[in-house]
């Protein structure tokens, strides 16, 4: 069982709540190169449960955003290729799937960087995430269902989604990501340069969808709201897992207090130079 111990070893994992759901995405040794020279997954395994929500974590460059590609296909478009492995999404292998298909399977990506429409008003943005449905009545009912899941957008339905702010962009494209009606959904460090009231807001949307029976894979820089959100979480080094565990065992965990969250033994904020510093020992990661 996962609940028991942090895992060190790759041969020592277990799945994330093993117990509970079974996966609806399974990485099983995923390698990825870059331009057939940069190898950024080395052996990449881990899974989400079906209902679930899972933190991938990691510093800079450690290969997070790459997992995600490489899960949604839309890393053929960075040069990149999976070569190695295998990616299961709802019982089937997906890896090597253009984009489109694994979205139309269910499966939907939420890159970093907020690209609206920055013309459009927030219902265009929407409808362009529906393209896909047989009629318009169809494509409605979805979109009144983004609306109750996030009922900021409703307000701003015809507002340039240009001119929104950093928090309300963010909301809109998980808005239009939900028009697909997922059954997964990866999202990319979607805190990135929000206020922190923002950021709780955009979170709480995902901690609804969530509670409607969607699945979350979650990409972020900020340990603490993505362990807050997070079942399980799994933490990156050069292109590999190198720490797992339950969420809450992981906010426990002294190293990743002090390596991500920067939190010393009686919880208190250290100085960015002592994390630094911290960092620089890497003890844990041997
Ligand atoms: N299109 C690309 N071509 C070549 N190398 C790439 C490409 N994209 C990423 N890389 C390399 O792959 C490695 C993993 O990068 P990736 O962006 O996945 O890391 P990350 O953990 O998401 O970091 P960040 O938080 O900075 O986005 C890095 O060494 C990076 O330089």
């Given at each position: 069982?996962?609940?028991?111990?942090?895992?060190?070893?790759?041969?020592?994992?277990?799945?994330?709540?093993?117990?509970?759901?079974?996966?609806?995405?399974?990485?099983?040794?995923?390698?990825?190169?870059?331009?057939?020279?940069?190898?950024?997954?080395?052996?990449?395994?881990?899974?989400?449960?079906?209902?679930?929500?899972?933190?991938?974590?990691?510093?800079?460059?450690?290969?997070?955003?790459?997992?995600?590609?490489?899960?949604?296909?839309?890393?053929?478009?960075?040069?990149?290729?999976?070569?190695?492995?295998?990616?299961?999404?709802?019982g089937r292998p997906i890896?090597?799937?253009?984009?489109?298909?694994?979205?139309?399977?269910?499966?939907?990506?939420?890159?970093?960087?907020?690209?609206?429409?920055?013309?459009?008003?927030?219902?265009?943005?929407?409808?362009?995430?529906?393209?896909?449905?047989?009629?318009?009545?169809?494509?409605?009912?979805?979109?009144?269902?983004?609306y109750e899941a996030i009922?900021?957008?409703?307000?701003?339905?015809?507002?340039?989604?240009?001119?929104?702010?950093?928090?309300?962009?963010?909301?809109?494209?998980?808005?239009?990501?939900?028009?697909?009606?997922?059954?997964?959904?990866?999202?990319?460090?979607?805190?990135?340069?929000?206020?922190?009231?923002?950021?709780?807001?955009?979170?709480?949307?995902?901690?609804?969808?969530?509670?409607?029976?969607?699945?979350?894979?979650?990409?972020?820089?900020?340990?603490?709201?993505?362990?807050?959100?997070?079942?399980?979480?799994?933490?990156?080094?050069?292109?590999?897992?190198?720490?797992?565990?339950?969420?809450?065992?992981?906010?426990?965990?002294?190293?990743?207090?002090?390596?991500?969250?920067?939190?010393?033994?009686?919880?208190?904020?250290?100085?960015?130079?002592?994390?630094?510093?911290?960092?620089?020992?890497?003890?844990?990661?041997?």
């Amino acid at each position: 069982m996962v609940n028991s111990a942090l895992a060190a070893a790759p041969d020592q994992r277990t799945t994330p709540d093993a117990a509970a759901n079974p996966a609806v995405l399974t990485l099983s040794n995923v390698e990825v190169l870059y331009a057939e020279v940069i190898l950024a997954l080395k052996g990449m395994s881990m899974q989400v449960p079906e209902g679930g929500c899972v933190a991938l974590l990691g510093a800079n460059g450690a290969g997070k955003s790459t997992t995600l590609k490489a899960i949604s296909g839309v890393i053929d478009s960075e040069d990149g290729r999976v070569s190695g492995g295998t990616i299961t999404f709802d019982g089937r292998p997906i890896q090597g799937h253009d984009p489109a298909t694994v979205v139309r399977g269910g499966l939907v990506h939420v890159m970093e960087g907020r690209r609206v429409l920055q013309h459009m008003t927030v219902e265009q943005n929407l409808i362009i995430g529906g393209h896909m449905f047989p009629s318009a009545q169809a494509m409605r009912r979805a979109m009144d269902s983004v609306y109750e899941a996030i009922p900021r957008l409703a307000d701003l339905r015809k507002r340039t989604a240009g001119y929104l702010s950093g928090g309300e962009q963010q909301m809109l494209v998980i808005g239009r990501a939900i028009m697909a009606e997922p059954k997964l959904m990866l999202i990319d460090e979607p805190s990135l340069g929000l206020a922190p009231r923002m950021v709780e807001e955009v979170f709480s949307v995902l901690r609804h969808l969530r509670e409607q029976g969607l699945s979350l894979l979650i990409v972020e820089q900020n340990t603490r709201v993505a362990l807050e959100i997070a079942d399980y979480g799994y933490v990156m080094e050069s292109g590999r897992i190198v720490l797992e565990g339950q969420a809450q065992e992981l906010r426990d965990n002294e190293d990743v207090r002090e390596f991500y969250l920067g939190l010393d033994r009686e919880g208190v904020r250290k100085s960015f130079r002592e994390v630094k510093h911290y960092k620089r020992r890497k003890r844990w990661l041997g």
